[in-house]
């Protein structure tokens, strides 16, 4: 069975891969990603310098595996880190030196900071040809005092613009937050489609903002960071995803392509979002738990239920979600 795709025109060996996050600050743990069955490596969104994060404790898992929270507040190495040949080289090394897709996910604190990095970015890949993509995260619920970007469609539209007129050669896209409303979800597909040209492809959906745990014992949240509010993801946010995935397939340019990520931990659940229009889908809070031999998992399974399905490929199953009869 092949599992090969395309994600904006950029060919990924299986359409598994990991989501930024979890496991993905440091080339030790990307080295173990290159080493699996994953199709591509993507790192933790960087700002332009690096960074600690919220407060401990800022993550949290429910008893029943089916849900966990997040308030990381971006800990990460700085945008330096992640293009620097060294870490390319010591990820690399999981895959025996042989270059996988390698992909950078950047959250600016800003407008500027996204452009500097961004120009760094394309700097870097004149002489970097590892480097394949870049993941623009317009959608971290975390960053204390500030809105997610792609709930406030005036500004998101001034980021797209603004860097339009950059004419970066690489391929653009974009992380969107869960919108829980069609229309929102039609108006932030329009602004894309806008810029067609330029976005390649949509990853939805990222965490599931404005989430609260609470400890009976202590009576207290169990996150300490920004009063207890957190993004909500795994299996619990998978059906939000799904349907974020299946409305962007439908109101995006077909040249834009959508990866779906939300609560996959099964080759069923990779399944389900190709039906409902992936083109590849990415492992967040599972490969977290699990750790990265959750893509070889999730891999196998994925053949195995396309092989019982008589599916040849998964490029076959993409998008090929039947109406309900
Ligand atoms: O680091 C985080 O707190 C974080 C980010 Br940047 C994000 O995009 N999504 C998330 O759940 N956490």
């Not at 993507?42 to 332009?48: D, G, H, W, Y």
């Not at 779906?260 to 738990?289: M, N, P, Y």
């Amino acid at each position: 069975i092949n599992l090969e795709t395309t994600v904006g025109g950029i060919p990924l060996s299986t359409c598994v891969y990991n989501a930024s996050g979890p496991r993905t600050g440091a080339s030790a743990a990307l080295a173990k990603i290159a080493a699996s069955s994953a199709g591509a490596i993507l790192t933790k969104s960087a700002t332009v310098e690096k960074q600690n994060g919220n407060p401990q404790p800022r993550i949290w898992h429910s008893g029943d595996d089916l849900a966990s929270m997040n308030s990381e507040g971006l800990p990460n190495s700085g945008i330096d880190y992640y293009l620097s040949k060294t870490t390319i080289d010591e990820t690399m090394e999981g895959c025996g030196g042989a270059a996988k897709p390698y992909l950078v996910s950047i959250s600016g604190k800003t407008l500027a900071d996204n452009l500097v990095m961004l120009d760094r970015i394309a700097k870097t890949m004149e002489e970097e040809k590892r480097i394949v993509g870049v993941e623009l995260n317009l959608a971290c619920p975390n960053v204390i005092g500030k809105p997610i970007i792609a709930y406030d469609f005036d500004q998101m539209r001034d980021i797209l613009e603004t860097i339009s007129k950059k004419n970066y050669g690489f391929v653009l896209g974009l992380k969107l937050p869960p919108y829980l409303d069609g229309k929102h979800l039609q108006q932030a597909a329009a602004i894309i489609n806008e810029y067609s040209g330029m976005v390649k492809y949509v990853v939805s959906i990222n965490t599931i903002g404005n989430a609260l745990s609470v400890d009976p014992i202590s009576e207290a949240p169990y996150i300490a960071s920004n009063n207890g509010l957190a993004g909500l993801s795994g299996p619990a946010a998978k059906f939000t995803a799904l349907a974020n995935v299946r409305q962007m397939r439908q109101q995006l340019d077909s040249g834009i392509d959508v990866v779906g990520v939300g609560g996959i931990t099964t080759g069923r659940d990779a399944f389900e979002f190709l039906l409902c229009g992936a083109s590849a889908v990415q492992v967040g809070t599972c490969h977290w738990k699990e750790g990265p031999k959750c893509f070889d998992r999730i891999v196998g399974e994925l053949r195995e239920l396309l092989a019982e399905k008589g599916y040849a490929s998964a490029r076959d199953c993409m998008g090929k979600l039947r109406p309900w009869s």
